[in-house]
């Protein structure tokens, strides 16, 4: 089945800074890759997705990058905002079971003042 | 539009006991999937349902199962509870099965075993 690893496990970053959180994933059949973000006492949030035929998506301060040779895609929030703090999910469904998503294990953002 | 909801938010039970969780899935959306988050193995798939068929399944033991109704709403069940059932139990909820559609989590119910 798939695997899915996300690092780092926790970051901290100054308000105005960029965030960048990587995952990697291990089935080439993976075709779908999804964002979540999660707040305390809520459900994850889809926040941004990515499918495998394209290589970058952008939404505001948001962005992800997906590079299919290397298994690996990664989440870019620019100008964090301490809303921003919260923990994010990286995700991957396999070709045909798209609702079937393996989750990475979580990175914690915190954004400081 | 509203959200996916699940009900109950809480719950508290003791090992041996059987527990159904339910979700109410966004108006409109057909497919129900269903996730366990722990601290320990974080969030793992249990089961999708689509037109009240189970669809996809987890590695999850036969304690564990669910259905969904004619009108999309979605039950799951564990049945002899452990200690280690203690978990935060979401439903997600997207258009259909089988292609990519973006699936919408409920705030999820938070289930204890003591």
């Not at chain 1, 079971?97 to 954004?111: D, I």
């Not at chain 2, 966004?26 to 037109?51: D, M, N």
């Not at chain 2, 564990?64 to 979605?74: E, K, L, P």
């Amino acid at each position: 089945g798939e695997n899915v690893e996300q690092h780092p496990s926790t970051l901290s970053v100054q308000e105005g800074d960029s965030a960048v959180i990587k995952c990697t994933y291990s089935d080439s059949a993976s075709n779908y890759f999804p964002w979540y973000k999660q707040e305390l006492g809520k459900g994850p949030q889809l926040i941004i997705d990515i499918r495998s035929n394209v290589g970058e998506k952008k939404d505001q301060r948001i962005a992800v990058t997906l590079n299919k040779t290397a298994k690996h895609f990664s989440l870019h929030i620019t100008e964090t905002q301490p809303e921003d703090s919260a923990v994010y999910f990286c995700a991957a469904s396999i070709r045909g079971t798209a609702s079937k998503l393996t989750f990475g294990t979580g990175t914690r953002l915190q954004v400081t003042l | 539009k509203a959200g996916v909801t699940q009900t109950p938010r809480y719950l508290i039970k003791t090992r041996g006991q059987q527990v159904t969780l339910s979700c109410s899935p966004i108006s409109g959306h057909r497919s129900v999937s269903w996730y366990q988050q722990t601290p320990g193995q974080g969030l793992q798939f249990l089961f999708e349902y689509f037109s009240e068929t189970q669809r996809n399944k987890g590695n999850f033991p036969g304690r564990f199962s669910g259905r969904q109704f004619s009108n999309s709403r979605s039950e799951m069940n564990v049945s002899t509870l452990e200690l280690g059932d203690s978990a935060l139990y979401l439903c997600a909820s997207s258009l259909s099965s089988g292609g990519i559609n973006e699936q919408f989590f409920g705030p999820g119910t938070r289930l204890t075993v003591l």
